[in-house]
Nanobody, 115 residues
Framework: QVRLVESGGGLVQPGGSLRLSCAAS????????MGWYRQAPGKGRELVAT???????NYADFVKGRFTISRDNAKNTLYLQMDSLESEDTAVYYC?????????WGQGTQVTVSS
């Protein structure tokens, strides 16, 4: 019973920043590759970034240089620092496995970038 609770979203202006958090339970967090995903209006869910158990990171091209994924294993928490936000970043953001399928998704957190 993996539980993933995303938080930290909100309304920001273009060029602004947000930090998203994902509190994870029901898994050996320190052993799990984790990822952030997003789903924009009218679009499918897409991978934003991943971080492995050894802290190796990978990013989608559309966020490279702007977003930073990190994890705090002591707190079982995944983070996504989002800088230089653009209107195209508007989406519901979810955390989940970056590898093995957890089989379920949380509610996500809404990020809206607008003037």
């Amino acid at each position: 019973q993996v539980r993933l609770v995303e938080s930290g979203g909100g309304l920001v202006q273009p060029g602004g920043s947000l930090r998203l958090s994902c509190a994870a339970s029901g898994l050996s967090f320190w052993l799990a590759a984790m990822g952030w995903y997003r789903q924009a209006p009218g679009k499918g869910r897409e991978l934003v970034a991943t971080i492995s158990s050894s802290f190796e990171t990978n990013y989608a091209d559309f966020v490279k240089g702007r977003f930073t994924i990190s994890r705090d294993n002591a707190k079982n928490t995944l983070y996504l620092q989002m800088d230089s936000l653009e209107s195209e970043d508007t989406a519901v953001y979810y955390c989940n496995s970056g590898g093995q399928d957890f089989g379920s998704w949380g509610q996500g957190t809404q990020v809206t970038v607008s003037s």
